[in-house]
């Protein structure tokens, strides 16, 4: 939306509020003396900068959810910065039964056909009805904490091996929650490993990670720089070579380090030609492993060990981010678990946000509300050096701003977009240069902003080279205030294979979602002549344990059209269903931040004694990792999150509430472009998302949940679907069965069947 500019006076700015106004226009009126502008769409008005009236408008926009901005730029509240982490907190499993590694195979595995000569595409669905040939495999799980294979892995593991003995590249493995894919990590590396360092093995987040860990001690873990210490003396993104070998002497002298320093901000990264002895040297390009991972930094020993160890544990947003570098060698195998989130998280390594927020920190100005906090004639200049820095950007001026450049659009011309895209590459090399300069003149003495600016650099060279060679397959989407930017790319297949793929011979994928093998294998780019699909197509958990109740439903929360009604109805339908389990846990899970925050509030006014069950979190990994420590020891707690919709092992739970179906936002560009190119796509990722969140809460054959579909719009979705594309074909068999089973019931009674 274009925004309308006026000229102020030094001490007068333009208030322009959006949003759900109209229940509000009384208070912004009489109030605030704001007025509707029919060409900006919203209420505006002018205020002197340093009125009070200001900040209690602002607040006053957070409580109701409604955007605010001043002379153009939008407020938003700390808790939508999200931080960059993903963990939770995961226990660690408690047996006395875990043994070591143990004998590793020797079969050596014929090399891969390629090309004319690959084996072929090959589909296996494998029922409760499938012949079992287990005994010859029974040995690679033997005093091990899978001993007691479960009857998937009994048919899986044989299965996997036939197809690898075969040729195949590619193993795409789909098989229910609770079939124990993990032993699949664990055992067929184990079976096929003729020498050591056979495996890696990435999870999704770093909490699935550490559950892995937890069950097989014996498998080596690396993580982010971030998580490990420096082992010299010095001050974090030190760039003087002379501090950082006078830190060397110390450190080999055995002086421990006063200052606080993680590996992401050491010398070895900051300082070119800086060569740190607590790193592995290199033989040409490539780095050594065979040296004592005790004579290495915290960082460079994890990473050593976990290069000597037959398993190499990460997770993919880390491998993804190294896997270009000398620091994955090949090894036999990649075995990815919740693969469906890969082509997701290789897309994220070609993602970049801007906001003014971060070209605040980045550029050392103040925001408007630190400038609201101040006085006088220090206001007045601090707005006015704002308002030059923060102006639209022009070659060769001070202006940093972003540059009047509108967001791509499905019928936009390529000529335009190759030439928008010209100017976006001036900007982000004019902003990494900026930042360099910072970088190198010591300009951040914070440092959460020092590692901000250090990984925006990185990010900046990796838009640009992707906007230069290949324009077309990348997008950029520009928020209506024009204080946000998104840029990524469309399609990732053709970075895929040098990215991460690369790093096995062969790749095995495991999930209980992937959905259309095809249409995996055309999103990474894999040949569907070297690939095999095995599909457990049944769960051996009780349908009575897992039922999916579809008829207790609340209002359509949809993107347009959603009214008071609707909230408030969806609303009384959780607190009815928490009603129905009044002393048990349950998980809510709303699909969208905004979604969460609403109900949350209109559950505290409806019904304040259900409301005191709830338990919510902030957007940080520590506030999420509290509350989920909370929930799982309290009494009858609901935890309300949109990050547990998959990953997340909420056996504690009773019921889960799906509040809404998590079709993506057609606003979305890359999204549209990607459902117009594949229209079944669409459908496939809400499919796969709608099956992570209804298998949230049964984990296991022994647990019982119910799971609740409020979205009123499911059965229609379900039975036809977008397009003429049902829903049902792109969920899990299994699934299918708790939904139909269930179709025309409530957990309290029998209502009319559709």
């Keep these: 939306m274009f925004m309308k500019v006026l000229r102020h006076s030094k001490n007068m700015v333009r208030i322009e509020v959006r949003g759900s106004t109209r229940r509000f226009r009384d208070v912004l009126r009489n109030s605030y003396d704001l007025r509707w502008d029919k060409l900006s769409m919203c209420y505006a008005g002018d205020m002197k900068l340093s009125e009070r009236r200001i900040r209690n408008l602002v607040r006053f926009c957070e409580k109701f959810n409604l955007p605010v901005s001043v002379d153009g730029v939008q407020f938003k509240s700390s808790e939508e910065e999200k931080e960059d982490e993903d963990s939770f907190t995961i226990e660690p499993v408690k047996t006395s039964r875990i043994s070591a590694l143990g004998k590793v195979g020797t079969e050596t595995l014929m090399p891969t ?13 494998l029922t409760q009805d499938s012949e079992i040939d287990f005994d010859n495999y029974q040995r690679w799980v033997d005093e091990t904490l899978f001993e007691d294979a479960r009857p998937e892995q009994q048919q899986v593991i044989p299965a996997v091996a036939k197809v690898l003995r075969q040729g195949y590249k590619n193993i795409i493995i789909e098989s229910p929650t609770g079939s124990g894919k993990s032993a699949f990590s664990m055992v067929l590396p184990k079976m096929f490993g003729s020498d050591k360092k056979s495996s890696y093995v990435l999870t999704h987040l770093k909490g699935l990670q550490a559950q892995y860990l937890a069950e097989m001690p014996f498998m080596e873990s690396i993580m982010g720089r971030g998580n490990y210490s420096c082992k010299l003396d010095v001050e974090a993104g030190c760039r003087d070579i002379d501090v950082a070998e006078s830190a060397v002497q110390r450190a080999r002298a055995g002086i421990a380090p006063a200052k606080s320093c993680t590996a992401d901000t050491a010398p070895c990264v900051t300082i070119k030609d800086f060569q740190c002895p607590y790193k592995n040297p290199k033989e040409g390009d490539k780095m050594r492993w065979d040296v004592d991972p005790t004579d290495l930094c915290d960082y460079y020993g994890s990473l050593t060990k976990a290069q000597n160890s037959d398993y190499f544990v990460a997770n993919m947003a880390y491998a993804a981010a190294i896997g270009m570098t000398p620091m994955l060698p090949q090894r036999e195998f990649l075995i990815v678990d919740e ?16 906001s003014e927020r971060l070209l605040e920190r980045l550029l050392g100005v103040k925001s408007l509300t630190e400038i609201l906090e101040l006085s006088g004639s220090d206001q007045v200049n601090a707005h006015e050096e704002r308002k030059v820095i923060m102006g639209p950007w022009r070659p060769r001026t001070a202006s940093k701003g972003f540059p009047r450049i509108p967001s791509v659009t499905m019928d936009m011309k390529e000529t335009i977009i190759h030439k928008a895209a010209a100017v976006w590459v001036a900007y982000l090399n004019d902003l990494d240069k900026e930042i360099q300069t910072n970088l190198k003149n010591n300009f951040y003495q914070d440092t959460k902003d020092l590692k901000l600016a250090m990984r925006t650099t990185k990010r900046l060279e990796t838009i640009v080279a992707g906007l230069t060679h290949d324009t077309m397959n990348w997008i950029w989407q520009v928020s209506d205030e024009r204080t946000f930017v998104n840029f990524k790319c469309i399609e990732i297949k053709e970075f895929a294979e040098s990215l991460l793929l690369h790093a096995g011979r062969r790749r095995i994928f495991m999930s209980a979602t992937i959905g259309n093998p095809k249409m995996f294998c055309e999103e990474l780019g894999l040949d569907l002549a070297e690939t095999a699909f095995i599909k457990v197509g049944y769960s051996s958990f009780p349908v009575e344990n897992r039922p999916v109740y579809t008829r207790e439903t609340g209002g359509l929360l949809t993107r347009q059209g959603q009214t008071d009604t609707d909230w408030r109805n969806t609303a009384k339908t959780i607190i009815e269903i928490m009603e129905q389990h009044p002393n048990q846990q349950g998980i809510i899970l709303p699909y969208t931040d905004r979604i969460d925050k609403q109900l949350t509030e209109l559950i505290a006014e409806i019904n304040p004694a259900q409301a005191r069950r709830l338990i919510g979190h902030d957007k940080t990994a520590h506030g999420r990792d509290a509350a989920i420590q909370e929930w799982k020891s309290s009494q009858g707690g609901a935890i309300m999150s949109t990050y547990l919709n998959q990953g997340f092992d909420g056996k504690e739970a009773a019921y889960c509430i799906v509040v809404k179906l998590p079709y993506l936002s057609l606003g979305d560009v890359r999204t549209a472009k990607k459902m117009k ?21 049964v984990r296991s054959r ?15 979705q379900y039975s036809k679907g977008v397009a003429g594309r049902p829903l049902k074909d792109f969920l899990p068999a299994h699934l299918c069965e708790s939904i139909e089973k269930y179709e025309g019931l409530t957990a309290n009674g029998i209502q009319q069947k559709l």
């Excluded at 647990?703 to 719009?713: G, V």
């Design 702 to 716: 022994t647990d019982k949940a119910n799971t609740y579909i409020i979205d009123p719009s499911f059965w229609f």
């Design 339 to 354: 693969a469906h989130n890969l082509p997701d998280v290789m897309v994220g390594a070609f993602t970049l946000d801007l």
């Design 677 to 697: 190119a594949t229209p079944a796509w669409y459908s496939q990722q809400t499919g796969i998302s709608l099956a992570q969140m209804c298998g949230r809460a």
């Design 113 to 125: 056909k390629e090309g004319v000569n690959a084996p072929g595409y090959k589909e296996i669905l």
